[in-house]
């Protein structure tokens, strides 16, 4: 199991900017992907940035441009640099990190991901 703890979150103006971070501890190996999450409240929780493990990226298309997520593989820490922030952008955002396991050859040998979550840090944009 992965442990992961963000951190940076906290509260801007509209144009500023913040940097989050997120640790990983415990068993970190098999990793597919990781990505950051955002969610408001009464609202399902949303892709913001995710890296797979080859590398490529993808950017939901509001952040594009102003979001850049990236990652130290010898620290296991994920970052998502956030510049230009809107109010808009004000969520709580957690990390995500999505190991790839495999089923026996008796069960399929199929491949499959669990998601392990942090437990959020909030980022306020005021306008």
């Known amino acids: 199991q992965i442990h992961l703890v963000e951190s940076g979150g906290g509260s801007v103006e509209a144009g500023g900017s913040l940097r989050l971070s997120c640790q990983a501890s415990g068993d970190v190996f098999n990793i597919y992907s990781k990505g950051w999450y955002r969610q408001t409240p009464g609202n399902q929780r949303e892709s913001v940035a995710v890296i797979i493990n080859g590398g490529d990226t993808t950017y939901a298309d509001d952040v594009k441009g102003r979001f850049t997520i990236s990652r130290d593989y010898a620290k296991n820490i994920l970052y998502l640099e956030m510049n230009s922030l809107k109010p808009e952008d004000t969520a709580v955002y957690y990390c995500?990190?999505?190991?790839?396991?495999?089923?026996?050859?008796?069960?399929?040998?199929?491949?499959?991901?669990?998601?392990?979550w942090g437990t959020g840090t909030q980022v306020t944009v005021s306008s």
């Open positions: 995500n990190w999505q190991v790839q396991e495999r089923r026996s050859l008796a069960e399929g040998g199929d491949f499959y991901t669990i998601d392990n």
